[in-house]
């Protein structure tokens, strides 16, 4: 195990070299620079501003040289807000988005895992359709629209929580947190019911029943196991997809995060940002989606035997 | 749409053909009456957007700026927008896009993933750890920017939004179809069929891609509302519809815009998308029991 | 505490005990209390929605309007503007003269006049300021402002060396000289913006070079400002706060105790946030709101005129829209008035010039006006009778849903009015601006905000070498006119006279279809006073005051 993982780790290095160099070249490409407004600029200024970040040497030459700084840690400033560098944007936005994130996940996986396992005992009964009905709300309403509805009722009209912020009123982290894990419980509920129906068709459930385990021990230690294996390979992506995606939730109420600043940075061809949140990203993209893959495993019982002699 | 109808006339013509997994999985869809009573729901609703250019009550670029927003009525069932369009007309109109948007991203979605997931997962070592960076590659792009590049080197052009899609949801897939792939590789029937020197591609085919449609199905029914609603983004990038015609993710999100002023601008095209959802949801649960080989042993 | 408070919710979800989330839910509610606009009408903080996250607060740096509501709080140039009457008043300048030929500023500082760190200020500090703002590398966007200056724009393009060329001087500590190349009427406007602000030279200098832009002299812990407020603390995407300068000259008039600016890219997020009492004003108001407040509470709801013209920027250099008769039939037929009336809740007023009515006493020529039969004709007689032969055009945007609403109706207008096939491309913002700027459009949504109170800045954008352009439209005549003859005119009437001769000229090629003058759209709470409605949407908030009414803190 512990050299299947150093061996995924060191497989990330190439991965995010590449994802780099994509990004840095592509980025490059997209029509509009960071200086291009409304009221342009005078040429004179323009020049100026391009020298000052590197703008007038070649692409290779800039490559070579944000590489070289990005070794040393550092992503220079960010071309939209210059009075910051990239890594303390990224360190002031991620706290907040991963906070964000965790709630939102929280609130999924158990809303979804106990509607999906709940449905799965009695499939196409009342116990499946109901919690499966409400669980599927979540993907019914976009963040878009669920957002702006919680704000409405629970803010506007029954006035008990905060409808902006993140920590600067009591309760403002309730409306953002349900929003954004809304979508993610329908998910989670759909891949458990799904997952479960799958494993409680399998020779060992029916062994275990026929040991005449009693039903919530077959559930609960046999079943669980194998049957929340796909949830737990959507984690992985769903985790890094609540990170750069909770751009919308955080518009909604104002919260000072990650998400905004990466979508954002796309819009304002904000170089320097696009390629920190990128990397930043793809790191944890690369790790949850190792770290999902190390638990598939381990929840596998066939997989993790042969993983015992080492990867192949 | 023509895909959707591909796969269900597939699943006839195997019938006739006597292959014994796809005739069974077809009897016991028609036993399962939520299932069906979906599939003649989307059918249904298929059908009628298909008629939509007869059918409609009005143009969907008709104004009326002097009536402008009105509630539902007798003249307009579902009330107008603020130019005084029908909203009836349009969201008629806006189904057509969101559907074949819909089956079709997500088809390609599914081809693609289902067969790259295979292939890293059922052959393993160093293909699969290619394949599968690649994904995670892939996944780390900056999408905003993806798209507008892919506009600029291919114009904006439908078929561009169904590729562009296709492009993102893919991703998802391969994982979950390589995670599953990878525990039925190990099943001993799948060992059998190695040991009796069966080709990959058979094997493939007959006994590894079968296993994996339970939570394929599952995710593909989800991923056809996602899809939708991201038609809707990235036609404020500039790429897919633009106005004056419209899609169900459209309305809907200019819907919650003024969600306060004009309720049923947003309540209508969110209920087509619901009742949408909610059969494609009992359907895709119908066929994943179908389909489930295991099941078929009894 | 709060940070648990989710998951202590979903257990309870878990549990199904879901009237207990609900009193857990309601507790909360009590425990909220206070809104943020009744904390602050009792300790005279101003909740401020201020549109968009800063790049900074250096005055000579800066670009938007966010930064400019902050900056006119932090710093204060030698005059500035009546926030009721917009007339110009003393500043840090007690008084000034003019010299006959309208060329040659006086200005006097006055005595009490000092930095946030109790230094005074003084003349050289304005012309060691000037002197950096006109520094090339340090790429100050607004630099042009300083143009009118003798010698500035040469001395800026390192045409001459020496600044003791540049009509700036300081005389004596107390007096400060200013030479124009020509008599700029509009001079003591631009003094005004932040551009012309005084920076604090050893602050400047203590965190880095001159014409080094966003070093650290601008973070909270460093900055030195001599306006009525310091910067206090800044908290990205979330708020920036100033507080009330004690050391300001006239602290004594200042009424607010602080003001903290919220950047909200959102306008419904922002009128949600007002009627939850969390704003007292905000920067925007939802179009599709403004009907609710104008029937429910219109004493919320401040709504004036506003320097600016709505506009489509029409592509002069492509083959079919290079005939004039075309551009005039597309602006004729565009009925604006009903356009205003219907979709934009009438909000705006029609628009037949691109200089706004009433910029010191200028009035636009009146060369053409709602006309769908003319249009027709002139069509036709471009060759297009009834659209016939056309090959149509495409109306391009940025996403937003106001322009969406704009290029629906007007598309549909075209359409029926003269018969020819018209697109719509929404676009993100920098992609639109780099097809506007390469030329690669027909129609181009564009708007154009006045710099100052000025015919000129509505006027000089449109000569053949402005970066504002972007129509392809030349024209001689016109750059003479506006470059040459209306700077050197011997009175004010002249010059407006030249400006109108200047743009009938220019409505006569059409080069571009103005549409709407701009209104400025605010919600302000009523305890909010001072924030005045005036042309140029300019607040002082050394004028603002909170005064709680007996009416609750919540406008709803």
């Known amino acids: 195990m512990l050299r299947f993982i150093v061996f995924r780790l060191l497989q990330a290095i190439p991965v995010l070299f590449v994802v780099i160099s994509a990004t840095f070249f592509l980025v490059r490409q997209a029509p509009g620079g960071p200086f291009d407004a409304e009221k342009p600029v005078i040429p004179a200024v323009k020049r100026a501003l391009e020298a000052k970040y590197n703008l007038d040497q070649s692409l290779f030459q800039q490559y070579l040289s944000y590489m070289g700084d990005l070794v040393q840690g550092d992503m220079g400033p960010s071309f939209k807000y210059p009075g910051w560098a990239v890594q303390d944007l990224i360190a002031s936005g991620f706290p907040v988005t991963a906070e964000l994130g965790i709630y939102a996940l929280l609130i999924a996986l158990l809303v979804g895992t106990s509607a999906g396992v709940f449905a799965s005992l009695k499939p196409n009964t009342r ?20 957002g702006p509805l919680l704000v409405l009722v629970f803010g506007i009209w029954l006035e008990w929580l905060p409808i902006s912020g993140w920590g600067d009123l ?26 479960m129906l799958e494993v409680m068709s399998q020779d060992y459930i029916r062994t275990a029943r026929a040991k005449g385990l009693p039903e919530h021990v077959v559930v609960l230690k046999h079943a669980l196991r194998g049957g929340l294996v796909p949830v737990v390979a959507y984690l992985g992506p769903a985790f890094a997809g609540l990170l750069s995606g909770s751009f919308v939730v955080e518009t909604i109420f104002q919260i000072p995060g990650l998400g905004r600043f990466y979508v954002q940075a796309a819009f304002n061809r904000d170089y320097t940002m696009i390629l920190g949140t990128t990397i930043f990203l793809s790191t944890l993209i690369v790790l949850f989606n190792l770290l999902s893959d190390v638990i598939a495993t381990w929840m596998n019982p066939r997989l993790r035997d042969s993983l015992r002699g080492g990867p192949q | 749409m023509s895909e959707a109808l591909d796969v269900n006339a597939d699943v006839i013509a195997n019938e006739e053909h006597g292959i014994s997994l796809w005739a069974d999985a077809w009897r016991r869809l028609k036993s399962n009456r939520l299932a069906l009573g979906s599939l003649v729901f989307l059918l249904s609703l298929i059908v009628l957007c298909l008629l939509t250019p007869w059918l409609a009550p009005y143009g969907y670029e008709q104004q009326n700026l002097e009536l402008g927003a009105t509630p539902p009525s007798l003249a307009h069932w579902m009330g107008t927008d603020v130019f005084g369009r029908d909203l009836l007309t349009r969201l008629l109109y806006g189904g057509r896009v969101s559907l074949m948007v819909g089956f079709i991203a997500t088809a390609v979605a599914l081809f693609i993933g289902v067969l790259w997931g295979t292939v890293a997962g059922y ?49 998802t897939m391969a994982r979950i179809v390589r995670g599953q792939v990878q525990g039925i590789r190990q099943q001993e029937y799948i060992e059998a069929a190695i040991a009796m020197g069966l080709p990959v591609w058979r094997i493939i085919w007959r006994h590894v891609v079968p296993n994996t449609m339970g939570p394929v199905i599952v995710y593909a029914t989800l991923t056809i509302p996602q899809v939708m609603l991201l038609e809707a983004f990235l036609s404020f990038l500039g790429l897919g519809i633009q106005p004056p015609q419209s899609s169900w993710g459209l309305l809907i999100s200019y819907g919650a815009e003024s969600m306060e002023e004009y309720p049923w601008l947003l309540v209508f095209p969110g209920l087509a998308l619901a009742s949408t959802l909610f059969a494609l949801n009992f359907l895709g649960d119908g066929l994943r029991d179908a389909l489930d080989p295991r099941a078929s042993k009894d | 505490m709060c940070c648990a408070l989710p998951v202590v919710a979903c257990v309870q979800m878990e549990s199904k005990t879901i009237l207990s989330l609900f009193l857990s839910v309601s507790l909360l509610g009590c425990i909220k209390g206070e809104t943020n606009v009744e904390q602050g009408n009792r300790e005279g903080v101003l909740h401020f929605g201020n549109y968009g996250e800063p790049q900074g607060v250096d005055p000579h740096v800066a670009t938007g309007v966010p930064e400019h509501h902050i900056i006119g709080a932090l710093f204060e140039g030698l005059v500035q ?10 500043a840090v300048a007690e008084r000034w003269t003019v010299s006959d030929d309208g060329r040659v500023y006086t200005f006097t500082i006055r005595n009490n006049a000092v930095w946030s760190n109790g230094d005074k200020v003084t003349a050289a500090d304005f012309e060691w300021s000037w002197w950096r703002a006109l520094q090339p590398a340090l790429a100050s966007s607004y630099v042009f402002m300083y143009f009118p200056i003798k010698n500035a724009e040469a001395y800026f393009n390192q045409q001459l060396t020496d600044f003791a060329d540049v009509g700036i ?22 003094l005004d913006h932040y551009a012309l602000f005084p920076v604090h030279r050893l602050t400047v200098e203590k965190f880095g070079e001159p014409d080094e832009s966003y070093t650290r002299w601008t973070r909270p812990e460093n900055i030195v400002s001599n306006g009525p407020f310091l910067l206090d603390e800044w908290r990205l995407f979330k708020y920036l706060s100033v507080k009330k300068n004690p050391n300001y000259w006239d602290a004594s008039k200042v009424k607010l105790n602080a003001i903290r600016f919220y950047p909200i890219d959102k306008q419904t997020t922002e009128e949600r946030m007002f009627r939850a009492g969390q704003l007292h004003r905000t920067e ?3 179009i599709d709101r403004i009907p609710w407040y104008r029937e429910n509470r219109p004493e919320l709801l401040k709504i004036a005129p506003y320097i600016g013209t709505y506009l489509y920027r029409i592509n002069t250099g492509k083959p079919h829209l290079a005939d004039v008769r075309v551009r005039q039939a597309l602006s004729m037929s565009v009925d604006r008035r009903r356009l205003i009336d219907t979709v934009l809740n009438g909000l705006f007023t029609p628009a037949f010039s691109v200089v706004p009515p009433g910029l010191l006493g200028y009035e636009p020529p009146d060369v053409f006006t709602y006309d769908p039969d003319k249009a027709r004709q002139l069509l036709s007689d471009a060759g297009y009778p009834g659209g016939k032969g056309y090959p149509g055009l495409e109306i391009q945007y940025n996403t937003h849903e106001q322009h969406r609403k704009i290029a629906i109706a007007i598309q549909q207008m075209w359409r029926e009015e003269l018969g020819i096939n018209v697109r719509l491309q929404n676009k993100d913002w920098k992609v639109y601006l780099d097809d506007e700027t390469t030329g690669n459009f027909d129609a181009s949504r564009g708007g154009w905000i006045g710099d100052y109170v000025d015919p000129n800045t509505f006027m000089d954008i449109w000569t053949a070498a402005s970066g504002v352009n972007r129509t392809g439209f030349s024209n001689e005549e016109f750059d003479r006119l506006v470059l040459q003859q209306a700077p050197n005119a011997k009175d004010h009437d002249t010059r407006l006279q030249i400006f109108q001769e200047a743009e009938r000229l220019f409505l006569e090629h059409m080069p571009v279809v103005p549409l709407y003058t701009y209104s400025s759209k605010h919600l302000a709470h009523p305890s909010v006073k001072g924030l005045y409605s005036n042309y140029m949407d300019y607040y002082n908030f050394r004028y603002v005051s909170l005064v709680p009414d007996s009416t609750s803190g919540k406008p709803n």
């Open chain 1, 170 to 195: 009591p309760g403002d982290k309730i409306l953002p947190s349900i929003t954004l894990g809304a979508a993610y419980a329908a998910y989670i509920a759909r891949l458990s019911r799904g997952g």
């Open chain 1, 127 to 146: 116990q499946d359709y109901i919690p499966m009905s409400v669980a599927m709300i979540g993907i019914c309403m976009p963040t878009f629209l669920l």
């Open chain 2, 123 to 171: 052959l393993g070592g160093r293909v699969d750890t290619l394949m599968m960076r690649l994904v995670d590659i892939l996944y780390a792009l900056p999408f905003i920017i993806f798209i507008i590049l892919l506009m600029v080197v291919f114009g904006r052009s439908v078929l561009l939004l169904f590729m562009a899609i296709g492009a993102v949801e893919w991703l």
């Open chain 3, 169 to 190: 001087k300081a005389i004596d500590e107390k007096t400060f000289r200013v030479e124009l190349d020509a008599p700029a009427p509009y001079f003591l406007q631009l």
């Open chain 3, 284 to 286: 925007e108001v939802p």
């Open chain 3, 81 to 90: 503007k009546n926030p009721n009457s917009l007339a110009i008043e003393p």
